[in-house]
């Protein structure tokens, strides 16, 4: 049976940002149609077809992407880090709930804000680019739910270790930026130089965004040599269960929490 605990603490963190829908949802919306006229409109034309496919189509999913990370990683750290700000943490701790239920009542609530803002970014895109069409709407989906999961549990590891709220947005500027530029949002990244070509092979926003790209534009020429839909599917699951594991671990043993 599920605990009733449980379920509240789920509600608490998905209505968290609803209530705040022109904080957490807009802003991506926003600069996703920002990027998609801009990069799409402006320079596509001047860019051509990238991998085959027209170059405004192509940069979709690695937005949508883009956003979907830093969306469930910026709601699951943010939620921990004001708890422990605000000193209701202890309250949480206290409640009838393991360790487990809480890391992933937290991480529930930044997969759905993850999601969401996942979906909303692809119908804006539809509705700006008429052509762009999804060619896997099961697949697609899946990989919404699993990336966003996956780095809401990161998320949520962050929000554990940080110390201050400098913590939680370097992570975002140091890493989570410099992952996405060479994980092939805006370009293949069979355009760059072989030694940051090689790079971007080791890096796991990489796969994620060309398995969304498979799910929503279909096989791009990319996709066949440098990545096959399968590995990209299998180490989305893997980044989310190993997340998901270090999260429950830490909060079942009170790390930086119950000191």
Request: charged fraction near 10%; avoid cysteine; aromatic fraction near 14%.
């Amino acid at each position: 049976m599920i605990n009733p605990g449980f379920i509240v603490l789920i509600k608490r963190e998905v209505m968290r940002f609803l209530a705040l829908w022109k904080q957490t949802i807009m802003p991506g919306l926003i600069s996703s149609a920002l990027y998609i006229i801009v990069f799409g409109e402006a320079l596509g034309h001047r860019i051509g077809p990238m991998e085959g496919i027209s170059y405004i189509s192509y940069i979709i999913p690695g937005l949508t992407m883009m956003s979907v990370i830093n969306m469930a990683y910026q709601n699951s750290s943010s939620s921990i880090m004001q708890a422990k700000f605000l000193k209701f943490i202890e309250d949480i701790l206290i409640a009838p709930l393991s360790g487990f239920e809480i890391s992933m009542a937290f991480t529930i609530g930044g997969m759905f804000r993850g999601v969401i803002n996942g979906i909303l970014i692809l119908l804006l895109s539809k509705l700006l680019v008429p052509e762009f069409t999804i060619s896997n709407y099961g697949l697609t989906l899946i990989y919404l739910i699993t990336v966003s999961w996956a780095f809401s549990a990161l998320g949520v590891i962050i929000g554990i270790y940080a110390r201050s709220w400098d913590q939680i947005g370097s992570f975002t500027t140091f890493v989570f930026m410099p992952l996405s530029m060479l994980g092939g949002v805006f370009w293949s990244v069979n355009m760059l130089p072989g030694i940051w070509k090689t790079i971007s092979l080791f890096n796991p926003i990489y796969w994620m965004i060309n398995g969304m790209r498979h799910a929503t534009i279909g096989s791009v020429t990319e996709a066949s040599i440098n990545s096959s839909p399968t590995l990209s599917l299998i180490l989305s699951f893997a980044f989310t269960i190993i997340f998901s594991f270090i999260a429950s671990y830490m909060f079942e043993k009170g790390y930086k929490i119950k000191s």
